[in-house]
């Protein structure tokens, strides 16, 4: 196997086992709030971190998450190059929304897809939260500005960057997407809450 492809395979394996690490989990299981997934929408990440009203501890899950991904992605593109980062940034994705350890139950990828743009080209990733603040202020709906900052990541990582980091912006916006079906029906259906207006223990 030539060494580009091997390079490739540990950018990938590198990016899964670090993705999959399950933050929210971790850390509601160590403070003593039992299992974040039965509670909200049963994901393991930022926002359901949120629902058992500890914000410091959904802080710290949004970086940590933030971090698995571009981490590993640094480390890729150092070492192997930035096709390999950005082949790591959609395996740290993979990884958390579809951690083996969960039966493939993680997160939805928020905070991930965060991390991985703020390591490919940080401009890119500033662009993200900015969109996703602008239409949570705005909407005052989570998913909402999560789905916006995701369509849009791609226009901007072409305009900014490349086709190459668009193209992987593209598939992690896709991802983000699939893992928000549910929030979409509600978007459409109009009953998707609001932020500051789901209780401690919602249900999807």
């Not at 399950?22 to 359901?48: E, W, Y």
């Not at 579809?98 to 390591?119: E, H, Q, R, T």
């Not at 072409?158 to 029906?185: C, G, M, P, S």
């Amino acid at each position: 196997m030539p060494a580009t492809y091997v390079y490739f395979l540990y950018a990938a394996v590198a990016g899964y086992l670090c993705g999959s690490v399950p933050f929210g989990l971790l850390l509601t299981r160590a403070a003593g709030l039992g299992d974040v997934r039965a509670i909200g929408s049963g994901s393991i990440g930022a926002t359901n971190v949120l629902r058992t009203g500890n914000r410091w501890l959904a802080a710290a899950t949004l970086i940590l998450d933030a971090a698995k991904a571009a981490l590993p992605v640094l480390f890729a593109r150092y070492f192997w190059g930035e096709q390999a980062a950005l082949l790591c940034a959609i395996f740290a994705f993979l990884g958390h929304c579809f951690p083996v350890w969960l039966n493939f139950k993680g997160g939805k990828g928020v905070a991930v897809m965060i991390g991985s743009l703020l390591a490919l080209a940080w401009p890119v990733g500033l662009i993200f939260c900015a969109v996703w603040l602008v239409i949570a202020f705005a909407r005052k709906i989570s998913s909402l500005a999560a789905l916006t900052a995701a369509a849009t990541a791609p226009i901007f990582a072409y305009v900014v960057v490349d086709e190459w980091l668009a193209a992987t912006a593209a598939v992690l916006a896709l991802l983000l997407f699939y893992q928000h079906r549910a929030n979409i029906v509600r978007l459409l259906n109009d009953t998707e809450p609001r932020i500051g207006s789901e209780k401690k223990a919602s249900t999807p």
